[in-house]
């Protein structure tokens, strides 16, 4: 019985030492990501001071807006499509690799994933702009006739830079489900490897190429700093629609750039729980 007793007692000490040490995290969460959140959908139901669904409406009448939106889902699909794509056939080959470059690699992919905003904007502007070092190799060797970095498709490819690396970092991890005792008994009933990947090795790791895919497109969709930096206000992308209205010279809309940072955190969460669950499933 007292066994019982104190095994309870330090138990309930264990939990309570683990929740004191939680309450710093859990005091950051709460005043920088649920209280700005919550002040950002109360101050979007305002028009002029008057409390209305105006904003809302507004934004699902303007074409301007839901092109920017489109624009946005397009640009994160697709540099999350090709980051899934090239992620996995390099995970693969560091997966074959010793210790030693794999944790290089892996540590070169951190730096690179989390290498973003001004800082990759200034170096792709040195290297890929007009009269840039690369620009003028590649057009000196007749690769290319004209590089134009300062468009949609230079963000896409300054934005591929950081979403690969973040691939394999989240790819690499899965591939240890797939082990030399699947890949050489499927060797050993005569499938090919092209076979081995197309029936077993892709269905194993679905689940964790979606839950990529999902990560990489809110990544990239909730970039901000680094399509202002590149392109500007010519690229018609909801998060820099949302800076303009905020710090427009021109034209300010603080209630109007509330509600349509709104609606984006409801577009980065709905594919996040739904990661959530595939993981879970899993």
Excluded: H
């Excluded at 007292?2 to 264990?14: A, F, I």
């Excluded at 290498?115 to 904007?121: D, E, I, K, Q, V």
């Excluded at 700093?225 to 500007?232: C, H, R, S």
């Amino acid at each position: 019985f007292w066994t019982m007793v104190m095994t309870t007692s330090t138990s309930k000490s264990t939990l309570f030492i683990a929740a004191l040490c939680a309450v710093p995290f859990l005091g950051i969460v709460l005043l920088f990501e649920i209280i700005p959140i919550i002040a950002v959908g109360i101050n979007s139901l305002f028009k002029e001071g008057i409390f209305s669904f105006e904003n809302y409406l507004d934004l699902a009448g303007s074409t301007f807006q839901r092109k920017a939106f489109l624009t946005s889902v397009e640009l994160s699909g697709a540099t999350a499509a090709i980051g899934v794509i090239f992620a996995l056939p390099l995970a693969n080959v560091l997966r074959n690799m010793n210790r030693g470059l794999q944790e290089g690699v892996l540590t070169y992919s951190n730096i690179a994933a989390n290498f973003t905003g001004f800082p990759l904007a200034l170096a792709f502007v040195i290297l890929f702009g007009l009269n840039g070092s690369f620009t003028l190799l590649l057009i000196q060797a007749g690769v290319v006739d004209d590089l134009n970095i300062y468009s949609l498709g230079g963000l896409a490819m300054a934005y591929c830079y950081f979403q690969i690396p973040l691939g394999i970092l989240l790819i690499f991890p899965s591939l240890q489900a797939i082990t030399i005792d699947i890949e050489e008994a499927a060797l050993l009933v005569g499938a090919s490897r092209f076979a081995f990947w197309r029936r077993i090795g892709l269905p194993i790791l679905a689940p964790s190429l979606i839950s990529a895919f999902i990560l990489l497109f809110s990544n990239a969709m909730g970039g901000y700093v680094m399509a202002f930096a590149l392109v500007g206000g010519n690229a018609n992308l909801v998060t820099v629609r949302i800076g303009e209205l905020v710090i427009g010279d021109v034209f300010s809309d603080p209630n109007m750039a509330d509600a349509l940072a709104m609606v984006l955190v409801l577009t980065l969460v709905v594919p996040l729980i739904c990661e959530q669950l595939i993981l879970r499933r899993r």
